[in-house]
């Protein structure tokens, strides 16, 4: 029997729009769905702490897993990015100061934090096309870009004056873009050699 309680993820028919597959699963609403490389899995993350690999063919949940930070393992996860030309890996973003590499088995690989303790809670983050840097943006009204294989931070700034609800890098040129709850969408030239 279904869980009454639990959200759906719904794949539908492009030119009928009917629903043609369903996911449940996720206890609170679901922050963002993305496909594995191969198409052979659905990957959900949500406000429940949880990130669920789905089998897209048969709709089982194959995995439930978190990126446990101590004691709060149930903190809201607000994207996914997959890692360019690595099938299985992503970049887990976090309400809190920290970001994740994962595998879909649940490991975290690495981890890219700044020293904020308060106030500076990420809220989106991506990758460049080439998988080299990690963008991040946080709470603070702040971009922050760390590098992929060090993880170490390479650069932080200023990229809204209220508060910053997403960004996203171009998928072959080097610009990203930012937006904020005030309607203002910015563009910005990416690091270089990425």
């Not at 769905?33 to 048969?58: E, F, H, M, N, P």
């Not at 393992?73 to 607000?78: C, G, L, P, R, Y």
């Not at 973003?93 to 890219?112: A, D, E, I, K, P």
């Not at 809204?160 to 998928?171: D, F, Q, S, V």
Request: glycine share 6%; hydrophobic share 40%; aromatic share 8%.
């Amino acid at each position: 029997m279904a869980d009454s309680h639990a959200v759906t993820l719904s794949i539908h028919g492009l030119k009928s729009g009917k629903t043609l597959k369903i996911m449940r699963g996720h206890t609170s609403f679901v922050t963002q769905a993305i496909w594995s490389a191969d198409q052979s899995r659905v990957l959900s993350c949500g406000s429940d702490g949880k990130i669920r690999v789905w089998d897209a063919k048969s709709t089982e949940c194959e995995r439930t897993f978190s990126p446990e930070q101590g004691s709060r393992a149930d903190i809201t996860i607000t994207n996914l990015c997959a890692v360019p030309k690595v099938d299985g890996e992503f970049i887990v973003c976090t309400r809190s100061n920290t970001v994740f590499h994962m595998n879909q088995h649940g490991h975290v690989l690495r981890s890219f934090t700044h020293a904020k303790a308060t106030g500076a809670d990420f809220v989106q983050c991506t990758l460049s096309p080439g998988g080299k840097l990690v963008y991040c943006l946080a709470e603070d009204q702040r971009l922050y870009a760390f590098s992929f294989d060090s993880t170490d931070l390479v650069h932080t700034m200023q990229v809204h004056e209220r508060e910053p609800i997403g960004l996203a890098h171009h998928p072959h040129k080097n610009l990203l873009a930012t937006f904020s709850d005030d309607g203002m969408l910015v563009l910005w030239k990416a690091l270089a050699a990425v």
